[in-house]
């Protein structure tokens, strides 16, 4: 697995500036799977219902940039949905503007309350997972994290964006099960190690420090990172 995370400046939201940084970061990064003809699941961070001043969300103008540059690169479509812990998967993605964003730019919302069960005979916690049933129509899953702090975890970012994949309301199981830092750690990377397929691009332009994930401040960081590499992304971010 590669383990170079690309990195590459950008100071805005503006459609032209984040488009060029986006493919930029992606071709600097060197090791996106083919998309061409393939169906592709952008996965952004919708913690909750929230604007995107707020830094809580990735911003609608990122994901909405990433569906266009994935269509361009020749995706047969492009999939895009979370699935939050404390609103549904529509409510949090109208309030972020992101559900709009995503069907301006060509791409399809979906809904994330049903589930799969995904094994996971490589977990050292736990052996299988029940995910968004959304991912086997995927070939590849897009993660597009946002840079921020966690109360937890200390950071969050592209490893532990992955754990929207498990529908609202059985995240909180997982929170009740792995309430200690460590075995919540643990268990992100066995979610990591279940999912295959997963190119991430983080959402670094602003980001969040101090109570995060959700209660933090907004913070310009002005950075997009990529990588196929999850945990090398997300030591580069750190």
């Known amino acids: ?10 100071a805005s939201y503006s459609p032209s500036e984040l ?32 604007a995107p001043e707020k830094a809580v969300t990735t911003h609608p103008e990122f994901v909405k940039q990433c569906v266009l540059l994935f269509l361009d690169l020749g995706a047969k479509e492009v999939l895009a949905g979370d699935s939050p812990g404390y609103h ?21 919302w979906v809904d994330f309350s049903d589930s799969v069960t995904v094994k996971n005979p490589s977990g050292k916690l736990v052996k299988s997972f029940k995910l968004a049933s959304v991912i086997k129509k995927a070939d590849i899953i897009i993660s597009l994290p946002k840079m ?50 997963v190119y991430s691009i983080m959402d670094g332009i602003t980001a ?20 196929s590499n999850p945990l090398a992304l997300d030591i580069a971010a750190s």
């Open 1 to 10: 697995m590669n383990k170079i995370t690309s990195a590459v400046k950008c």
């Open 19 to 50: 488009a060029s940084s986006l493919r930029k970061a992606v071709e600097l990064s060197g090791d996106l799977p083919e998309v061409k003809g393939k169906t592709v699941l952008l996965k952004p961070n919708i913690l909750s219902a929230s």
């Open 88 to 108: 549904s998967s529509e409510a949090g993605g109208k309030k972020s503007g992101i559900m709009e964003a995503v069907k301006e730019a060509g791409g399809t």
């Open 208 to 227: 969040m420090e101090g109570h995060g994930p959700g209660s933090g401040n907004p913070r310009q960081a002005g950075v997009i990172l990529a990588s």
């Open 148 to 197: 921020k702090t966690h109360q937890l975890l200390y950071y969050t970012g592209a490893m532990k964006n992955i754990f929207g994949l498990v529908p609202g309301l059985k995240k909180a199981s997982f929170h009740l099960r792995f309430s200690d830092r460590n075995l919540f750690a643990r268990m992100i990377v066995d979610l990591n190690l279940a999912v295959k397929n």
